[in-house]
T-cell receptor
Framework: AQTVTQSQPEMSVQEAETVTLSCTYD???????LFWYKQPPSRQMILVIR??????QNATENRFSVNFQKAAKSFSLKISDSQLGDAAMYFC????????????FGQGTRLTINP | NAGVTQTPKFQVLKTGQSMTLQCAQD?????MYWYRQDPGMGLRLIYY???????DKGEVPNGYNVSRLNKREFSLRLESAAPSQTSVYFC????????????FGPGTRLTVL
C-alpha cells in the first residue's frame, strides 16, 4: 500500500518570503499522480497543484511550484512571495493511475504567515 | 452550480445513536468518496463509489455503511455511533478519467458523546 509522509507538522514564514513544504511517499508503482491541497480555516479542501509522475518537468501554478524527485520519492511544494491568505493546512496526496481514484493523504503541515 | 454539498454541517450524537450524512454533487461525476479527517492524521478514505451502483471499502470502513442512491447522491450511515467516530467527514467527487482532481464538500463536524 502507498504511504505519504509530511515530516513538518508546522512551518512559519515572513510575508513576501519563500517557504518549502516537504513530502515523501512510498510506492512500488512507476506511474501515478501527486497533489498538494490547501485547507484554510473554512475547512474547504482546495487543489493547489498537481504532478504526473511520468512528466519530468516540475509543475508550476503562479506562486506555487513543486520539486518532484521521482527516484527519491520526494514531492516538495515551494510557495514564493508568501501572502497572508496562504496561511492554511497543506496536504500532500498520492493517487494511483489504475482503478478508482482514491487519494492517500499525508498528515498535513500547518503554515503560518507572519506579517 | 453548487459543486459538492453536504448535510448537516454539524452534528452531536450520543453513543449508540444512528445517523446518515448526506452528500450530493451537481457536476455529473461518476465517482464519489467519503473521507474522515482526524487531528494529525490527514484524510483517510472510508468508502468510495467508482460509478453508480458500485461501492467499495476504503482504508477505514468499520462502523460505516454507504449507499449510492443515484449518480448525484452518496450517503454515509453510522448505525451505532461510537466516540471513536468523532471526526470531520468530507465527501468528494471526480470524473472517472485520468488526471482529474477530486472536488470536496465543506465537511461535516460530528461529535459522539
Amino acid at each position: 500500500a502507498q504511504t505519504v509522509t509530511q515530516s513538518q507538522p508546522e512551518m512559519s514564514v515572513q510575508e513576501a518570503e519563500t517557504v518549502t513544504l516537504s513530502c515523501t511517499y512510498d510506492t512500488s508503482e512507476s506511474d501515478y499522480y501527486l497533489f498538494w491541497y490547501k485547507q484554510p480555516p473554512s475547512r474547504q479542501m482546495i487543489l493547489v497543484i498537481r504532478q504526473e509522475a511520468y512528466k519530468q518537468q516540475n509543475a508550476t501554478e503562479n506562486r506555487f511550484s513543486v520539486n518532484f524527485q521521482k527516484a527519491a520519492k520526494s514531492f516538495s511544494l515551494k510557495i514564493s512571495d508568501s501572502q497572508l491568505g496562504d496561511a492554511a493546512m497543506y496536504f500532500c496526496a498520492y493517487r494511483t493511475i489504475q482503478g478508482a481514484q482514491k487519494l492517500v493523504f499525508g498528515q498535513g503541515t500547518r503554515l503560518t504567515i507572519n506579517p | 452550480n453548487a459543486g459538492v454539498t453536504q448535510t448537516p454541517k454539524f452534528q452531536v450524537l450520543k453513543t449508540g445513536q444512528s445517523m446518515t450524512l448526506q452528500c450530493a454533487q451537481d457536476m455529473n461525476h461518476n465517482s464519489m468518496y467519503w473521507y474522515r479527517q482526524d487531528p494529525g492524521m490527514g484524510l483517510r478514505l472510508i468508502y468510495y463509489s467508482a460509478s453508480e451502483g458500485t461501492t467499495d471499502k476504503g482504508e477505514v470502513p468499520n462502523g460505516y455503511n454507504v449507499s449510492r442512491l443515484n449518480k448525484r447522491e452518496f450517503s454515509l450511515r453510522l448505525e451505532s455511533a461510537a466516540p471513536s467516530q468523532t471526526s470531520v467527514y468530507f465527501c468528494a467527487s471526480s470524473e472517472t478519467v485520468t488526471y482529474n482532481e477530486q472536488f470536496f464538500g465543506p465537511g461535516t463536524r460530528l461529535t459522539v458523546l
